[in-house]
Structures are given as structure tokens and as C-alpha cells.
């Protein structure tokens, strides 16, 4: 039986695939200026923080669409005023094969990574990040998830 390039690598937690650059979107952020930071990311979704940089809620790509649909101006509102504010998350000690589940489960493509003793997003996990370290695209045993 062959194993699977994340257990080769040695990787078994989301902590070592991880973004630590993954873009947080500040509660009073401009909803348009949140839409252009996700196009801009390749990310489409991200956590939205208050000022201590703790959770509040999700705003995505979708959760933005639905606003303009709605003929709403989202230069005049705030991420807040179009998150939403379920709080899906794990910490960094959540395994892959856990992430994965709750992602299928809950129909997400992004979970925040949260910090148990405060509360504070500190990175986010995507599903094509589960996916590269899953089959060991862009994984290396030493550094963790590595960005094309």
C-alpha cells in the first residue's frame, strides 16, 4: 500500500500548510474595497477581524454578488453590513483529513485558522491548499505548503 505525499512529507496538521499570508478583512473595511482585495487575491473568501483581530464572521465573493444583486451600493457599506456571521473555523492543530471534512460538510472553501487562548485569525486554509499538500503539489517536508 502507498501512502499519500502528505503522510511522506510528514504533514498531518492545516499549521504546516497553511497561508500565513492569507488576506483578514477588517469589520468597517469598504465593502468595495473588500471586493477588490478578493479579486486580487486568489483567495474567494477570507475571515473578517475587529480591531484586536478576532473573528467576527466570513465575507466571500458570493456573500458581495448577493449584495449587488440586491441593488445594494457596496461602496456605502461595510464588510460587517455583508458578512456573514457563522463562525466557521479550526486551529492549527486541526489535521488535514478533519479539515477536509468540514469543508465538504459545511460547504466552505476557505476555514480561518483561529488561536485557541485568544481568539485571534492568525492564517486561513483553502481546499486547493488541502488538495496540493494531499498529493504533495508544492509540498516540501521542510518548509510546508510552498506558493506558485
Given at each position: 500500500m502507498s501512502l499519500h505525499p502528505i503522510e511522506v512529507a510528514g504533514l498531518r496538521k492545516v499549521g504546516e500548510i497553511a497561508r500565513k499570508s492569507g488576506i483578514k478583512i477588517f469589520q468597517d473595511q469598504d465593502a468595495l474595497l473588500v471586493a477588490k482585495e478578493l479579486m486580487l487575491s486568489d483567495i474567494p473568501g477570507a475571515?473578517?477581524?475587529?480591531?484586536?483581530?478576532?473573528?467576527?464572521?466570513?465575507?466571500?465573493?458570493?456573500?458581495?454578488?448577493?449584495?449587488?444583486?440586491?441593488?445594494?451600493?457596496?461602496?456605502?457599506?461595510?464588510?460587517?453590513e455583508i458578512m456573514v456571521s457563522e463562525q466557521i473555523a479550526i486551529d492549527p492543530s486541526t489535521t488535514i483529513v478533519e479539515a477536509v471534512r468540514i469543508m465538504k460538510e459545511r460547504h466552505v472553501m476557505v476555514l480561518p485558522l483561529i488561536r485557541e487562548n485568544d481568539g485571534v485569525v492568525t492564517e486561513c486554509v483553502t481546499r486547493q491548499d488541502l488538495l496540493r499538500a494531499w498529493v504533495g503539489f508544492g509540498v516540501d517536508p521542510k518548509e510546508g505548503l510552498t506558493k506558485f
Open positions: 475571515p473578517v477581524v475587529n480591531g484586536d483581530g478576532k473573528f467576527v464572521g466570513f465575507i466571500s465573493e458570493v456573500d458581495i454578488l448577493g449584495a449587488l444583486e440586491l441593488g445594494r451600493d457596496i461602496s456605502q457599506l461595510t464588510a460587517q
